[in-house]
């Protein structure tokens, strides 16, 4: 009997005063029976329109469906044919702009709560005592993936499932990209990350750490040393600042740096010799989940007044609604419809506030969204002592400044067409480094199109 409940089952989660002060991940997952409650609400729709919206094809209403009936297991098992990062997924894809997006339930109330179950499937068999993969028969060939992100790591894990040898060319001293150095703890759990790549190498994917291609080694070099394509998953790590006066000041920082001095280097931790300036007052200026991660961060490392400095008004903040919703929750106040114009410094050189001007919507930009403009006369300070930036970041161009014949548009992203071939024969592309900063889904999406491409290409070459 199907649940007609309009309203999803409700995710445990940590109390927002008791959450603020930690890093322990903030929702707590469904139980069996929550899970399977939820699953209920399915129609199982006879077009599938839920899958229509995942970049990935997860074959929805399947997994639902075994999940109502208590098969965990094959739940897990029909995600994973499209999808190697279920449990990742199910906590930071935007849902509500892809599967649930699509689902029918959310005519009249709320859509399924696709990516709780998701999340559910993978928690509980990451639980249980995990087989060892079986090793596929090598094909004789071999791969080099740049980069081991979203997009790197589902192109290495199609391809190795075909019996190609993959090597993963990480420049970080672990792989994961975005997963590890980007999203906080409070949101996706790094042992959990860990897994899904230990998981990888047990298939025979090789990944080889602090390896900067384009200065260890470059892409000519790779092919020269007998790949027959690589992958380039790079991502866009390059932070951009806003370029107005103070951003040199100390204080200042962009939220990669911020995030990656906290994620990935445990800047949280007293025993880590990683610190995180220490701060009483926070501007976050940005307005999308790498701003709120940002902001929800600076709260946990202790700053009592944490402000989210944004020019557009709430309705156009590209955050998720659940982000938004949890760092209000936790006591971050939103100035919307703000610009900051200077940065102010002490007689140390350390930011001391921040000048801002406030700001109106005007005319809808080439994007669809109303172009915030300058209200004359409405300069304010704004008494901070740390600005982190989040306006967005660009590819770096060490990839394409070091191999030849690599197309790149205006804004240094790699041109790859629908087969994510670049310019140069037997080089692909995907994720970030193509698109810009986008969402994880999408990069893996990429990297499961130039799996099945670079296949073809190593086939008839």
Known sequence: MPNMSLNKVPMPEQEPSVRAANFKEVTLGYTKEMAMEEAQRCLNCKNKPCVSGCPVGVRIPEFIEQIAQGNFKAAYDIIKTTNGLPAVCGRVCPQENQCEGKCVRGIKGEPVAIGRLERFAADYMLAQTQETPELTVSNG????????????????????????????????HTAGGVLMYGIPEFRLPKDIVQKEIDAL??????????MVIG??????ELIEMGYEAVFIGSGAGLPRFMGIEGEALIGVCSANEYLTRINLMKGYLDEYDTPVLKSKAVAVVGGGNVAMD?????KRMGAENVYIVYRR??????ARLEEVHHAKEEGIEFLTLNNPIKILGDENGRVRAMECVKMKLGSPDESGRRSPVEIIGSNFELDVDTVIMSIGTSPNP???????????NKRGCLIVNEDMLTSREGVYAGGDAVTGAATVILAMGSGKTAAKSIDEYIKTK
């Not at 200065?215 to 000519?220: A, F, G, I, Q, R």
């Open 141 to 172: 060939h071999k791969v080099a993936i740049v980069g081991g992100g979203p997009s790197g790591l589902t192109c290495a894990a199609d391809l190795a499932k075909l019996g190609y040898k993959v090597t993963i060319f990480e420049a970080f």
């Open 201 to 210: 190498k047990a298939m025979g994917v090789e990944i080889m750490t602090n």
């Open 294 to 298: 940002a902001a929800r961060s600076a």
């Open 313 to 318: 008004s709430e309705s156009e903040m590209p």
């Open 398 to 408: 060490l990839i394409r400044t070091t191999t030849k014949g690599l197309e790149v």
């Open 215 to 220: 200065k260890v080694l470059s892409v000519d």
